[in-house]
C-alpha cells in the first residue's frame, strides 16, 4: 500500500495541546507572598530539573508508543486505494484515527461528510515498521488529526525503524556522518 498524495496537504495535524487546570474559586486574590514565604516554599518543595521533567514525558510518550504499536487503527483510503496521508512540516503523515467516530469527526471537520470514508484497519506496529519506510519521504503518523486527543508519531529514532528516522546523526554519533 502506498499513498496515491491524495488528500496530501489538506490536512492539518497538530500536537494535541495541553490545558492548564482552571482555576476555581472566588472572591479576592490572594496577597502576594513575601520574599521570605516564597523562599520557604522553594526549600520545602524538591526541586526538578528540566532533565527530570524530559525524562517523565518521555516516560509518558514510551507508554504511549507501546499502547499505539499494540492497537488496530483505522486509515482511510484514497479514491485510488492508498492511504490517506497529509504533508506538514516537512513530514508526510499517516492519517490513523482511534475509533470510527474519531474518523466521523475528522470527515465533518474537512467538510466531507457527504462520501463514504473507506478505511483499512492496521495495528499501529505495523504502520511505523513497514508503512511509513515505504512512503520514501520523512513520515510518521497523525493519530486522530485534528482532535484534542490525538498524537503524532514522528520520524525519530525508537519510533520508527533507523532507516526512516531523520535524527540519525543527532546523539549516537556526535553529529560527524
Not at 527530570?52 to 479514491?79: C, H, I, M, S, Y
Not at 482511534?98 to 465533518?108: D, G, K, N, Q, T
Not at 490525538?150 to 546523539?171: N, Q, T, Y
Request: hydrophobic fraction near 40%; charge should be negative.
Amino acid at each position: 500500500m502506498s499513498s496515491s498524495g491524495e488528500g496530501h496537504g489538506r490536512t492539518a495535524a497538530e500536537p494535541p495541546s495541553r490545558r492548564s487546570p482552571r482555576l476555581t474559586g472566588a472572591g479576592a486574590a490572594p496577597a502576594a507572598p513575601s520574599a521570605t514565604d516564597s523562599a520557604r516554599k522553594l526549600n520545602a518543595q524538591p526541586q526538578h530539573s528540566l532533565s527530570d521533567k524530559a525524562a517523565e514525558v518521555r516516560r509518558e510518550f514510551a507508554v504511549l508508543l507501546g499502547e499505539f504499536r499494540r492497537t488496530p487503527v483505522l486509515v482511510p483510503l484514497t479514491t485510488g486505494g492508498g492511504l490517506w496521508t497529509a504533508d506538514r512540516g516537512g513530514v508526510r503523515w499517516i492519517c490513523a484515527f482511534s475509533h470510527e467516530e474519531a474518523l466521523a469527526r475528522f470527515a465533518r471537520a474537512r467538510g466531507e461528510t457527504g462520501r463514504t470514508w473507506e478505511y483499512r484497519t492496521v495495528l499501529g506496529a505495523r504502520l511505523l515498521d513497514v508503512m511509513v519506510p515505504l512512503l520514501g519521504v520523512p513520515g510518521g503518523v497523525a493519530l486522530d488529526a485534528g482532535s484534542e486527543d490525538g498524537a503524532l508519531f514522528p520520524p525519530v529514532r525508537g519510533v520508527v525503524p533507523d532507516a526512516a528516522a531523520v535524527d540519525l546523526d543527532d546523539e549516537h554519533d556526535g553529529g560527524t556522518s
